[in-house]
């Protein structure tokens, strides 16, 4: 039997995503009996735990460095003093890295891998290259591009970047260009161009079947609004509602109608905010048909989601490279981003110089956006048709497809 190993990056939700929808696809491409084993930490090991209950023997928990938290996304001084004295629980990083690469040799030296695909997971690279095992690199970033407060951070990304070098092949979760959406962050070196496949982004390829009309499908219908996303650990979602707060604060925005995604399992946060001032359960609203404002949502349904996104006006999001790609490409909608790092500042300015949407770092900037896609509808629905057309969605499939043929190589 053949045996593939998945190492997951557990900093954010986007690498868990893609890497289960790589998954997915696996088996209708290798036609060979094969087993699976996950490696990460934290929320995705967990996630993992609960998807594949009776896997628990192949999934396996191993402490990859990542940054510490800050108010506002990773803190930048504190993971700089992590890398020699112990922070929040963490200990110093130099011993962080050495314990994580010998628990990943153990696990190398235990199952004998045939395949190895990292997302993020840039150890497992030269673990794989020392033991002439063949491995995939998913990505949507090499040498990003980074601005004057951060230059400083410029001898890690070279160092990164040699990493991920170490791959037998860097699967690139994006377009061909000129349609790569991730382009600033990408900046290959000549060394490794021979190794690069765009594979296209990692969509849901899922039809969602609909299953009956919501009451919150119902009070969004026939209203103009924009959708506004929370995403990612919880200071960064917290930190992301804060300024959305200060945002709603503005005179500008008494009137802008807005469905507030918290990304939290948290049914407590389900509401509805009334012209009025008063506060509504989503069926009351309705039942009362409510001239609302603002529509507050734990998490929204498969199907809620694909409803909301395709009735928006516009997306606010924080430069997720796969959230990005589905609301431009798949759903044609303008993005107003306002980003927490400089990977998404690169997204989102690469959209900016496009048309596809509008980068706002400042409060002040958020309301301009919005006027600006209004008022220039019709040149961003054309741009993202452009976009759209070009897109390319089927990126787990395509990387199964190299998957199956790098085991083919091998034999």
Known sequence: MLKIGEFIYPWGSGHYSRMMRLNEALGDHIKEEFEVHFSSKDHVYKKLLKKFPDQKENIHEILMPTPIDGKFGPSVSMSLLNLLLPIAKN??????????????????????????I?????????????????????????????????????????????????????????????????????????????????????????EIRKEGISDLEKLVQDNEFGYWMRTG??????????????????????????????????????????????????????????????????????????????????????????????IMGGKRKPIIGIPVYDEHTNNIRWAEDRNLGILATKTNQVVLAISKIKENYEEFEEKLREFSVNFVPNGAENSAKIASHTLEEKR
């Open 91 to 116: 200990p110093p990083l130099v011993s962080q890295i050495a314990n994580y690469l010998r628990e990943e040799k153990k696990l190398y030296n235990k199952e004998k891998f045939d395949l190895v």
């Open 118 to 206: 990292n997302d993020g997971d840039m150890g497992s690279n030269i673990l794989a290259r020392s033991r002439n095992i063949p491995s995939l690199f998913v990505t949507n970033q090499f040498k990003p591009k980074l601005y004057d407060s951060r230059s400083y951070l410029y001898p890690s990304l070279i160092f990164i970047a040699k990493q991920i070098a170490k791959a037998s092949k860097i699967l690139v979760a994006d377009s061909p260009p000129p349609y790569t959406m991730c382009e600033y962050n990408l900046n290959f070196t000549d060394e490794v161009k021979e190794k690069i496949a765009y594979v296209g982004h990692f969509t849901n390829s899922k």
């Open 233 to 326: 650990s919880k200071s960064t979602n917290d930190g992301t509602g804060q300024r959305y707060e200060e945002v709603f604060a503005k005179d500008e925005m008494n009137n802008e109608k807005r469905i507030i995604s918290h990304a939290r399992n948290d049914p407590s946060i389900d509401s509805v905010l009334g012209k009025n001032g008063k506060r509504y359960s989503v069926s009351e609203a309705l039942e009362k048909n409510i001239d609302w404002i603002q529509i507050d949502v734990g998490f929204l349904s498969e199907q809620e989601k694909d409803t909301v996104l395709g009735l928006c006006r516009y997306a606010v999001v924080n430069g997720s490279h796969t959230t990005m790609g589905e």
